[in-house]
């Protein structure tokens, strides 16, 4: 497996690729690697001929006051794990060879970008959006994977790519759990013991939130209501946000008519988290 600190290792190498006609699959993440990534990454070395993950913690989707300095890397491990599964080039810059000095030029997808998590995190999918178009000119990869377990992220970048005519196929991957239901997130390691076992209200309030939407309750104001009154019975939990909204444009909706998306942030402690379901002809999907 190829290691790339720099910019232009990465484009020999696609360069050499591209001439022999090979397809590229890329898998951005932002390293502390964990089974969550190794899906994507599977799937991409499925899909494609070459593999690019990139292990990038990128500064400008954090805001002042986040987690940048403290954000858990381990990169010997994360090779390790991409070299398993058959990556074949981890690309790892730091941040001045991909924000020089003199950097000015941002990507931003609006009103998708404003709800959710935009609403606490107000420059973030800019710095995602922004990241990301970096990510596929420097690959010219045919086919990107992200997960759904950043649905908003997720649902930005189809739209990016839609609007703006990117030449590139937008893959998404269901949510990995703990056994316990728990989203794995490179965060999660934040938690301390007793956090992390209340921290699983998330996916048990969201499953009771999915029951009834499969049991044909089409009020979402109810379904919010109950899923925030599961998460708030727990002390350490502080909801962010409990939210029913379109799965296309990510705006609020009062009744279950059509594709949407049930998302929710809470605060466990300190520990912002982050969980969501997906709906669409009343079914409860996996995959999106
Ligand atoms: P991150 O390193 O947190 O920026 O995540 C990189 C990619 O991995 C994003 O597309 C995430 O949605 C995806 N990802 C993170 N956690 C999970 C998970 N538990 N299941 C599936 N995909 C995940």
């Known amino acids: 497996m190829i290691i790339a600190k720099e910019i232009s290792k990465v484009k020999e190498n ?28 599977k799937k991409a070395r499925e899909e494609n001929d070459r593999v690019i993950v990139s292990d990038f913690v990128n500064p400008i989707q954090f805001g002042p006051k986040e987690d940048l300095a403290t954000y858990p890397r381990d990169f010997d491990a994360d090779c390790r794990l991409c070299e398993s ?15 020089e000095d003199d950097f000015h030029s941002y990507v931003g997808v609006n009103t998708l970008s404003e709800g959710l998590c935009g609403k606490s995190r107000p420059i973030h999918f800019n710095g995602v959006c922004t990241v990301v178009t970096k990510l596929f000119n420097i690959t010219e990869a045919d086919r990107a994977y992200f997960g759904q377990k950043d649905a908003q992220q997720l649902a930005i970048v189809r739209r990016m790519v839609r609007d703006l005519n990117y030449n590139i196929q937008i893959v998404g991957c269901p949510i ?54 599961i998460i708030e019975s727990e002390p350490l939990a502080k909801v962010d946000y409990v939210e029913i909204v379109d799965w296309n444009e990510l705006q609020k909706v009062d009744k279950i008519d059509g594709p949407i998306l049930m998302a929710v942030a809470v605060y466990i ?19 999106v």
């Open 176 to 229: 990995i759990r703990e056994a316990d239901g728990l989203a794995k997130s490179s965060r999660n390691t934040y938690l301390s013991e007793n956090e992390r076992q209340k921290a699983t209200i998330l996916h048990k309030a969201l499953e009771q939130g999915e029951k009834m939407v499969r049991d044909g309750e089409t009020d979402a104001n109810k379904i919010v209501k109950t899923v925030r009154d």
């Open 85 to 99: 599964i058959g990556a074949d080039l981890i690309f790892n810059p730091e941040p001045c060879e991909m924000y």
């Open 269 to 287: 402690g300190k520990v912002r988290l982050i969980d969501n379901f997906i709906v669409e002809n009343s079914i409860v999907i996996e995959m």
């Open 14 to 41: 696609v360069r050499e690729w591209k001439k022999q006609g090979l397809s590229i699959g890329l898998v951005p993440t932002m390293g502390y690697l964990h089974e969550g990534h190794a899906s994507l990454i």
